[in-house]
């Protein structure tokens, strides 16, 4: 368990020889990290900061893009600890307050959670782009035909994501960001953000901006089964159950950038040995928020956007370069 140390809202800093991080990797990684086009990388380690690289100097807030997705999946457990939500198994449309045909609308908050509603949504979120463009996101959504049996067949999708974002505004009574600020946000001492959407309804599957250390604070919180300060904010048995596997996800996707997948967390699989179990938050292009329960560490990495496949770059700078300084052995990628 990750024990959090923070001062005015930030992340306490130690040594990385300290941390037992081997910095000889660290310092090659940095320049690599130039090489591949990346923002930053931030390791948590032991509840500290152990190591920081920012392509600018500082840490800047920037989009998360679907790293959005496991943020918002936080949020929902928050909101079925606190009853505002009642089960997983509830259909959605019962918070959605559906008129007509839709009204007995099948697909339930657990199937969305698990990208496994069914809908007419083809490989690599292609409508999600056609959604942005229509006047009304939750709507559009809910016109997509169903083509699968809901639970059966997981198609990733950005617009089930924000089904779930107005699940929660319905069913708390506020915006997404404002509970987020009082139930999450807040407690993290997460302050510098925007977070976008349509209609009151912010944005599910993507629209966040963070810091990198922001960000690290969310998996520091899964890492501490939901504790922060002495204060628990998220249960631990919501944290065990969304950060495992429900479906093979995208796991035989080459290269190997995804993973099995959760309640909207990623779950590394097929690895090699040497690889320490994680669970990860994932945004477009190589955006990896990583928890490695084993090593108490937590890293985030952010990169320049260069198309979907160069995330397996921040890939190679996870497995090749920190995780072999967590673990002191070599830890390569599945790249065929």
Not at 89 to 103: H, P
Not at 157 to 162: F, T, V
């Amino acid at each position: 368990m990750i024990r959090s140390h923070t001062a005015g809202g930030s992340i306490e800093r130690a040594e990385a020889a300290v941390s037992g991080l081997d910095t000889d990797k660290l310092n090659e990684m940095n320049d690599t990290a130039r090489q591949y086009g990346m923002r930053s990388v931030l390791i948590v380690k032991d509840g500290r900061i152990a190591w920081e690289w920012h392509e600018q100097g500082t840490d800047r807030i920037g989009s998360v893009y679907s790293c959005t997705k496991s943020v918002l999946s936080a949020l929902i457990g928050i909101a079925l600890d606190e009853g505002h939500i009642r089960s997983v198994d509830d259909r959605a449309a019962g918070y959605l307050k559906l008129q007509g045909s839709l009204e007995e609308h099948p697909v339930t908050i657990k199937q969305l959670l698990t990208m496994t509603p069914g809908y007419d949504w083809p490989d690599f979120d292609k409508p999600y782009k056609e959604m942005k463009k229509a006047e009304d996101w939750v709507q559009y959504v809910l016109d997509r035909p169903l083509v699968h049996t809901p639970g059966e067949v997981f198609t990733y999708n950005s617009g089930g994501s924000h089904l779930l974002s107005a699940v929660l505004t319905s069913a708390t009574g506020t915006s997404t960001l404002s509970y987020a600020r009082e139930k999450l946000f807040g407690p993290l001492g997460i302050r510098r953000l925007k977070w976008g959407g349509q209609h009151g309804i912010q944005e599910g599957g993507a629209g966040l901006y963070l810091t990198a250390e922001d960000l690290a604070k969310l998996g520091m919180l899964f890492a501490n089964q939901g504790v922060w300060e002495g204060n628990r904010l998220l249960s631990a048995g919501w944290i065990e159950e969304s950060t495992r596997s429900h479906s093979k996800g995208l796991v035989n996707y080459r290269p190997s950038i995804y993973g099995n997948y959760g309640y909207h967390w990623w779950v590394s699989a097929e690895q090699p040995e040497e690889v320490p179990p994680y669970y990860f938050a994932f945004g477009y292009g190589g955006q990896y928020m990583a928890v490695v329960p084993e090593y108490n560490a937590v890293v985030v990495l952010r990169k320049n956007l260069a198309g979907r496949n160069k995330a397996l770059l921040s890939r190679r700078i996870l497995h090749e370069y920190i995780f072999s300084s967590l673990t002191g052995k070599t830890c390569n990628i599945i790249e065929g």
